[in-house]
């Protein structure tokens, strides 16, 4: 479901049956949003975690979210900390996991864990096989699955994605 925590929309998981005592607050990499993130959510929920997603790019009131300014993006992620008013662990992919780990020493932050973060002057897989220039030099459009390729991909969702899957 989706909350209002001051001026920032987060979605917001709750399991069943909550097993640990803070929720976790997932932060996305440059240009994500929680749907980008929606399997690790889904786990995490499933298992026990309160889950809270920050959609930073767009907060709703016609202004850019984030900007490419670390200090800036910090400020905004330290404010919807803020906004949560509780303890909270974050967890953050790519640029998100600098963030998580930039937040160590925040009163609120009980713990931070990067998954895949982004390291500097490490270059992109994408570059690195011969192979795979194919695909980039190759501008094809993908368009999505239809008929039994679609029926396929939504009966072999998870339970918490299918919704959104059926919605897209």
């Known amino acids: ?22 929720p976790l607050l997932m932060l996305a ?4 949003t929680p749907r980008h993130l929606s399997i690790p959510i889904g ?8 889950v809270y997603a920050a959609n930073y ?16 993006t910090l400020a905004t992620v330290i404010d919807s900390i803020g906004a949560v008013d509780r303890d909270l662990i974050i967890v953050g992919h790519g640029a998100g996991g600098l963030l998580a780990l ?7 932050v009980r713990a ?8 500097p002057g490490c270059d992109t897989p994408v570059l690195k096989r011969a192979s795979r220039l194919f ?8 368009s999505p699955p239809r008929g039994r390729a679609l029926f396929d991909l939504v009966a072999d969702a998870d339970a918490f994605q299918r919704d959104m899957l059926i919605r897209d």
């Not at 931070?112 to 390291?119: E, K, R």
Request: proline fraction near 7%; glycine fraction near 10%.
């Open 57 to 72: 790019i767009d907060l709703g009131d016609g202004l850019p979210g984030l900007q490419m300014d670390w200090a800036a």
């Open 1 to 22: 479901m989706e909350i209002c925590a001051g001026r920032y929309k987060l979605q917001f998981e709750h399991p069943q049956t909550v097993k640990f005592a803070v």
């Open 43 to 50: 786990y995490f929920a499933s298992i026990g975690w309160e």
């Open 29 to 32: 990499g440059l240009f994500m």
């Open 102 to 108: 930039a937040l160590t020493d925040h009163p609120q």
């Open 135 to 142: 695909g980039l030099w190759r501008p094809a459009v993908l």
């Open 112 to 119: 931070a864990v990067a998954l895949a973060p982004m390291v």
